[in-house]
């Protein structure tokens, strides 16, 4: 069982930064990849980046690549998605996700198992 709480949402112009953090319970926590999505109003849920149970292995969708960084602290348990460059269209809510493997991590919603709340992440242009 797995609790996750984000947070580092907020209002930003473009070609700022913003860090959003995930936090969580389990003590099991270097066994779960972990996942970003994202969902903005009308639109379907969708990946944004992923780190393996090491952070080794990271994909990320080409919207952000180059921009966005998945990285994670198993001895605090949190994984961070650190967002550079951002623009407009990077405007929803995002969420972080877990799945237990030690293999590659999932990047279809359908696979992971616990869910974050959302944080809303906003940029003006």
């Known amino acids: 069982q797995v609790q996750l709480v984000e947070s580092g949402g907020g209002l930003v112009q473009a070609g700022e930064s913003l860090r959003l953090s995930c936090a969580a319970s389990?003590?099991?926590?270097?066994?779960?990849?972990m996942g970003w999505f994202r969902q903005a109003p009308g639109k379907e849920r969708e990946f944004v980046a992923a780190c393996g149970w090491s952070g080794t292995t990271t994909y990320y969708a080409d919207t952000v690549k180059g921009r966005f960084t998945c990285s994670r602290d198993n001895a605090k348990s949190t994984v961070a998605l650190q967002m550079n460059s951002l623009i407009p269209e990077d405007t929803a809510v995002y969420y972080c996700a877990a799945h237990r493997t030690i293999y590659a991590p999932p990047r279809t919603p359908y696979e992971y198992d616990y869910w974050g709340q959302g944080t809303q992440v906003t940029v003006s242009s």
């Open positions: 389990g003590r099991a926590f270097s066994s779960y990849a």
